[in-house]
């Protein structure tokens, strides 16, 4: 079982900056990917950005540039910095964790969502 806490939603003008944080708990070391979504009102969840176990990284096209994510590796935390935001960028964001505890057996797991939003 993996529980996943997410942390630094908040309101910030276009062109701010947020840093939202997703800490793992329970069985960490079953985790491989873990991955950062959003859902804006009225839209399906998007992938925003993904990083593997072995430090491997990958960013949706529409934020490419302007957010980074990374991992402490002595905190077991995720981070999604997000620069130079945009109203369209307002969204919850949820933090996923692709966990494979054993050959052949995987779960996801989701945060329970930050809320981010661009205000004018």
């Known amino acids: 079982q993996v529980q996943l806490v997410e942390s630094g939603g908040g309101l910030v003008q276009p062109g701010g900056s947020l840093r939202l944080s997703c800490a793992p708990y329970?069985?960490?070391?079953?985790?491989?990917?873990v991955c950062w979504y959003r859902q804006a009102p009225g839209k399906e969840r998007e992938l925003v950005a993904s990083i593997t176990s072995s430090g491997s990284t990958s960013c949706a096209d529409s934020v490419k540039g302007r957010f980074t994510i990374s991992r402490d590796n002595v905190k077991n935390t995720v981070h999604l910095q997000m620069n130079s935001l945009k109203p369209e960028d307002t969204a919850v964001y949820y933090c996923?964790?692709?966990?494979?505890?054993?050959?052949?057996?995987?779960?996801?797991?989701w945060g329970q969502g930050a809320q981010g939003t661009l205000s004018s």
């Open positions: 996923d964790a692709l966990s494979t505890p054993r050959i052949g057996v995987s779960y996801t797991y």
């Open positions: 329970g069985d960490i070391f079953s985790i491989n990917t």
